[in-house]
């Protein structure tokens, strides 16, 4: 697969985000500007299309202009059925596309370069399940997905399966590294991600803190 090939970004809306009080947290402003508008302004140029999984009331992403996919299990089966979503929109809308690309919607400052790694990384010889590391550890919600695993997922979501990390490591996922990157100037883990209040207030701080 060459780095040309469609590749679409599946954006992860649909936690509950219990650690920052509840609602939809890619919503908090950053920077006076939604977490969200954030991860699709670092996306979009690396993808050709985007889509935002998510579940309830699609109407309050509509100023984004992007598709709105809910789970197709019930009852906030997590990250995990979010990416079953996004493949299977992907299989019915875009057949061109052979993979998906996930991104959690609190870890606004990702590597610009997030897709071009994914796909140095591919295998010639079949579709490869890519998953991101950094120093701090296996993000599993961040990574390259085969479309033509959808049903498989599907599958393991109806028989109750649920942790990501699980599901990559029993099929065959390979691990990616990605370097820290230097917001505010500072170095921090590409995939800081904003889980509480406090965490919020710090990816305020790096980016209105000048470089040096």
């Given amino acids: 697969?060459?780095?040309?090939?469609?590749?679409?970004?599946?954006?992860?809306?649909?936690?509950k985000s219990s650690r920052m009080g509840g609602g939809d947290k890619c919503l908090r402003p950053l920077g006076g500007r939604p977490i969200l508008a954030h991860i699709i302004e670092r996306l979009k140029p690396q993808v050709s299309d985007m889509i935002i999984n998510a579940n309830e009331e699609a109407a309050r992403f509509a100023v984004f202009g992007l598709p709105v996919v809910e789970d197709s299990v019930c009852g906030y089966a997590g990250p995990l059925a979010g990416v079953?979503?996004?493949?299977?929109?992907?299989?019915?809308?875009?057949?061109?596309?052979?993979?998906?690309v996930t991104?959690?919607?609190?870890?606004?400052?990702?590597?610009?370069?997030?897709?071009?790694?994914?796909l140095e990384e591919e295998r010639a010889d079949r579709p490869t399940l890519l998953v991101a590391r950094s120093a701090a550890g296996v993000h599993p919600v961040i990574g390259l997905w085969p479309v033509?695993?959808?049903?498989?997922?599907?599958?393991?979501?109806?028989?109750?399966v649920r942790?990501?990390?699980?599901w990559t490591a029993q099929h065959g996922a390979v691990e990616v590294s990605f370097p820290p990157v230097e917001?505010?100037?500072?170095?921090?883990?590409?995939?800081?991600?904003?889980?509480?209040?406090?965490?919020?207030?710090?990816?305020?701080?790096?980016?209105?803190?000048?470089?040096p």
């Fill in 1 to 15: 697969m060459s780095s040309s090939a469609p590749v679409v970004g599946i954006l992860l809306a649909g936690g």
């Fill in 84 to 100: 079953q979503a996004g493949l299977a929109w992907i299989k019915n809308n875009r057949p061109d596309s052979e993979y998906g």
């Fill in 103 to 118: 991104v959690a919607t609190d870890t606004p400052f990702f590597p610009d370069d997030l897709v071009q790694r994914f």
């Fill in 148 to 160: 033509a695993l959808a049903d498989q997922l599907e599958a393991s979501l109806r028989q109750g």
């Fill in 163 to 166: 942790k990501v990390g699980g």
């Fill in 183 to 211: 917001i505010g100037g500072r170095e921090i883990d590409p995939f800081f991600n904003i889980n509480r209040p406090v965490d919020l207030a710090e990816a305020e701080a790096l980016m209105t803190e000048p470089a």
